[in-house]
């Protein structure tokens, strides 16, 4: 059973530009989660998704970021017009109800 | 505000010491806690958890952890580090009025030295 997939590992983006962070949660799961950690910082909770809903997003930016779990396929993160401040490792984790998450090994976006 | 506080950012240990690093959280009403461990290059790892019962909590690796309400803490033991130990830990809380979203510690980096 693989455990939670991110992808891509690194990213690289100019200012300006988008990003998209995909994550595919662990066999059976149907709960997402999205943290951010910024350097020298903790994880910050970003997002909660079931399928197709999302149901908690009060540690999302207002601007420019976006999620979404759709009913095939794996959860989107999406980061409009990159600035230099969004450079951060994002994780994800997958759970089923109620239950522990399991983390995946992060993006490292890099904005220059 | 909600807030978890980690008290130590970076431990250094010889081989066989004693290890606990301090975990503070100020939420109202129940929570669930956790310690997770991150060693270098790879994911966050689950080493222990606490929703009820028994606030002395043993997890992987010879790591436990108690759970004192009183104090509002979750300090994370080992009794003797091996240098394979060396690894990021993160302390979190989940309050059940929060759905099952975590709320991190800011992380202590432990190395330990041969």
């Known amino acids: 059973n693989a455990g939670v997939m991110q992808n891509p590992r690194h990213l690289v983006r100019r200012r300006g530009q988008e990003a998209r962070l995909r994550c595919s949660p662990m066999?059976?799961?149907?709960?997402v989660y999205w943290y951010r950690q910024l350097p020298e910082e903790g994880l910050k909770f970003m997002v909660y998704l079931q399928k197709e809903n999302i149901i908690d997003e009060s540690g999302m930016p207002k601007e420019r970021f976006s999620a979404e779990f759709p009913k095939e396929g794996p959860s989107i993160l999406r980061i409009q017009q990159v600035v230099r401040g969004d450079s951060a490792a994002y994780f994800c984790a997958s759970s089923q109800a109620g239950e522990e998450a399991f983390f995946g090994q992060g993006t490292r976006l890099t904005v220059v | 505000a909600q807030s978890v506080s980690q008290h130590n950012h970076h431990v250094i240990l010889s081989e066989a010491a004693s290890l606990e690093l301090g975990c503070n959280y100020s939420y109202g009403g129940t929570v669930n806690l956790f310690w997770y461990v991150q060693y270098p290059g790879q994911h966050l790892q689950l080493l222990l958890k606490?929703?009820?019962?028994?606030?002395l909590v043993k997890g992987i690796k010879g790591f436990e952890a108690e759970f004192i309400k009183s104090k509002f803490s979750f300090n994370l033991r080992k009794p003797s580090v091996q240098w394979s130990d060396t690894a990021e830990y993160f302390c979190?809380?989940?309050?059940?009025?929060?759905?099952?979203?975590?709320?991190f510690g800011k992380g202590t980096s432990l190395l330990v030295t041969p």
């Open positions: 979190a809380v989940n309050a059940h009025n929060s759905g099952y979203a975590l709320n």
């Open positions: 066999k059976g799961h149907s709960h």
């Open positions: 606490y929703f009820s019962g028994d606030p």
